[in-house]
């Protein structure tokens, strides 16, 4: 989920598998009514579901940009046409990387696809979305392969009224294409669910020597590292310490860096929600993260992931 806070002066950049869910529904409640809020993708309770109001993610003739999940801080700056993100505090969460790869490993194998209308609604909104030029919703006109810049997001008549007809032309077709849209959501869902049942099954029969295998193959086959979104952000860091417009907040004392943060911005703190999340680990197979690795994986997530590692001091 992306949290853009006009009002409070703050975007919230998610990363993976790092706490951050419970982050940006706390968030979402304090951000105020015009900020930008995505759809939450993970599996919360019914409470926590109920409590996130999802706002202004999709395309209006105020805000002609779509935002979405796991967005890097660079795209989420680029579609805040109106907005100038220099000046707002910048909110994300990490972990270490060595415990966030193994937890990606069995993320990736028993990931299922949200289920809702909602989640199919947004589906065809993007189908839809592709099909348009990649500038077509500047207020001015740019060069071909460059977003709207600020300069000149003026709003002019002739933008306005462009912006409007896109975005209706976008809501429409994106209704029409619903039925067809959820019924490829659905086989993706069922498909998901038959190749989760699947894994499970074969990850309770493996050795704890057999799951370090499957890992290892998992580790070497993946060329980036996780976290990716910030790695812009975390590249400004000097000697360790992030710029005054930065607030990190560590898996590891996660609550305690969220109340900093909300000190800082003069919100009130919040506890953060504790989701519902069902262990995908089989109990025979629940270790310490630095069992699921030898030698030459803890050295190639180390290499991989030197940016992290170097500016948060985390060791193995």
């Known amino acids: 989920m ?42 919360v309770d019914r409470a926590c579901r109920r409590a996130h109001q999802p706002r202004n993610y999709f395309p209006t003739c105020s805000r002609p940009s779509r935002f979405w999940n796991h967005m ?7 579609n805040c046409v109106s907005q100038d993100l220099s000046a707002f505090t910048k909110i994300y969460t990490v972990r270490n990387p060595w415990a966030a790869w193994v937890s990606r490993f069995w993320w990736e194998h028993t990931k299922v696809p949200p289920f809702s209308v909602n989640h199919f609604h947004e589906e065809a909104v ?25 300069d000149k997001a003026k709003p002019t008549w002739l933008g306005s009224a462009w912006a409007s ?77 992030p710029p005054p417009d930065q607030r990190v907040l560590r898996m590891e004392h996660l609550q305690e860096d969220f109340d900093a943060a909300c000190k800082a911005l003069s919100m009130p703190a919040t506890p953060l929600p504790r989701l519902k999340a069902s262990s995908v680990v089989p109990a025979h197979l629940k270790m310490p993260y630095q069992h699921m690795y030898d030698e030459e994986t803890r050295l190639y997530v180390g290499s991989v992931e030197r940016l992290i590692i170097d500016a948060c001091k985390y060791s193995f």
């Open 2 to 43: 992306v949290v853009v806070s006009e009002e409070k002066k703050f975007v919230f950049v998610k990363t993976r598998k790092t706490g951050g869910s419970s982050v940006e529904l706390a968030l979402s409640g304090l951000a105020g009514r015009d900020a930008v809020v995505t759809l939450i993708m993970e599996d």
């Open 72 to 78: 890097t801080f660079g795209q989420i700056d680029q």
């Open 126 to 150: 993007w189908a839809v979305w592709t099909l348009m030029p990649r500038h077509s919703f500047a207020l001015q006109p740019c060069e071909p392969g460059e977003g709207p810049s600020r």
């Open 165 to 241: 007809l896109l975005v209706l032309c976008v809501q429409v077709l994106a209704l029409l294409a619903l039925p067809w849209v959820s019924i490829g959501c659905l086989r993706r869902w069922r498909a998901a669910c038959v190749r989760r049942d699947k894994f499970m099954r074969q990850a309770g029969t493996w050795s704890k020597q057999e799951a370090q295998q499957h890992f290892k193959e998992f580790v070497m086959k993946r060329k980036k590292g996780e976290m990716l979104e910030v790695h812009s952000l975390v590249s400004k860091w000097q000697g360790g310490v």
